[in-house]
């Protein structure tokens, strides 16, 4: 765990973080948070990544139809091209 010892409670905003939903006062805390956190600076931009990637794939076609359902099952993500959500 990383010294600053918040880390934890932080993982559990940071999609909302990522989302701009979080209020500014503890959207202020996070970024204070992030500035000496490197695990935290992580998990952030992967999620960012994660996202982008998904969106790039929703709207790139050229996915054979197969490889995109096994994905979309896989990630248990709504594929907007089938119209409904994978997995339960």
């Known amino acids: 765990m990383h010294e600053h010892g918040h ?3 932080y993982l559990k905003q940071i999609s909302d973080y990522v989302d ?3 209020s500014s006062e503890v959207c202020a805390s996070l970024e204070s948070h ?5 695990n935290c600076r992580i998990v952030v931009n992967t999620l960012r990544k994660t996202i982008d990637l998904y969106h790039d794939t929703a709207e790139n076609d050229d996915l054979p139809d197969k490889v995109r359902s096994r994905l979309f ?4 993500l709504e594929d907007p091209k089938q119209g409904g959500i994978h997995g339960s």
Do not use: M, P
């Open 20 to 22: 701009g939903e979080l």
């Open 7 to 9: 880390c934890q409670a």
């Open 34 to 38: 992030l500035k000496e956190c490197e």
């Open 73 to 76: 099952a896989r990630l248990n």
